[in-house]
């Protein structure tokens, strides 16, 4: 059970991020989590968040280490800490912010996972055979087929309402992290699958509206609080399409396609500048990391061409 003094600065600072910043659903869940880690190992220290020192801080990033906590997660924990204190400075409730000089861990660079192009292929052919009947079959195909035609992050996809993709669309409007807008192209295939997913959509609605029940909002919908599908169910989904396509589903979720998508494109020639825009990548650097996709490009290019690479 968190201090009541703790519960109120979290509450207060979640929802200043929402109002102020515009953070994403996912972001709150996760900046929350974080601080009321935090704020119960505070509490067990017998200290409280507005005497906590520098020291203190330090100490719990330790622990936190000691508990075998990834360096990103301790990275995204010092984050969501010094935002916290960042603040509580601001609102007077601290005459200083004992995190502002805390050097954290940083993120790690390691390579993301991603999939070949046959791969992706046997994935999509999978999906136009999973599912328990004809309407789920088409609804796994297009969310597949929208996933690698775009590279959408799961929320963003599972969460498109319906309005964005009628009228055979060849670009779609998308809201991002931070409430950020971007367009993405459809590929062909995409625009395909999606057709036929909203001639099953539009038929389930009339039935409901036959029912005198409301039409769902979204592209994908679901009976869940959010009225779509869930990162869960949809991850769950792709598991199963991966098993379908005789691939190993424990390297395989809508993250690693969003990898894939961006992968293919740059080994393909796309610029760089003009993946982090599909992506919605705020920053240039968070899109630099697929970059290791040109090693060999790069070093047949030398080979081929350099004169004194030449036998």
Not at 114 to 136: I, P
Not at 171 to 193: F, T, Y
Not at 265 to 275: E, Q, V, Y
């Amino acid at each position: 059970m968190l201090a009541p003094e703790a519960q109120r600065w979290i509450s207060a600072f979640i929802d200043a991020t929402a109002a102020e910043a515009g953070a994403a659903q996912n972001t709150q869940t996760a900046y929350a989590r974080d601080l009321r880690d935090f704020a119960g190992w505070v509490g067990q220290k017998g200290t409280s968040l507005a005497s906590l020192s520098r020291e203190d801080i330090e100490a719990y990033l330790v622990d936190c280490d000691r508990q075998g906590l990834a360096q990103s997660t301790r990275a995204r924990r010092l984050s969501s800490i010094k935002g916290l204190f960042r603040f509580a400075y601001a609102e007077g409730w601290r005459s200083d912010d004992p995190a502002s000089r805390i050097r954290g861990p940083g993120k790690s660079k390691k390579l993301p996972m991603t999939l070949s192009v046959e791969d992706v292929s046997a994935l999509l052919e999978a999906a136009r055979k999973t599912g328990r009947n004809r309407s789920e079959k088409l609804r796994n195909t297009c969310l597949m087929e929208l996933l690698y035609a775009t590279g959408l992050r799961v929320t963003e996809l599972v969460s498109l309402p319906v309005a964005a993709v009628r009228g055979d669309p060849r670009m779609i409007l998308v809201r991002g992290k931070g409430g950020r807008e971007r367009m993405v192209p459809l590929s062909q295939p995409a625009r395909d699958a999606l057709s036929a997913w909203l001639a099953e959509w539009d038929a389930r609605a009339a039935e409901l509206r036959a029912k005198r029940k409301p039409e769902p909002r979204h592209l994908f919908p679901s009976s869940a609080k959010s009225g779509h599908l869930g990162r869960v169910g949809f991850y769950l989904v792709v598991k199963e399409i991966a098993l379908k396509a005789g691939l190993n589903p424990n390297g395989i979720s809508p993250h690693v396609l969003r990898h894939a998508f961006a992968t293919h494109l740059l080994a393909g020639g796309a610029d760089l500048r003009a993946i982090q825009t599909l992506l919605g990548h705020a920053d240039l650097s968070t899109t630099e990391i697929y970059t290791h996709v040109l090693e060999e490009r790069l070093k047949a290019l030398v080979l081929d061409h350099h004169p004194l690479a030449k036998p």
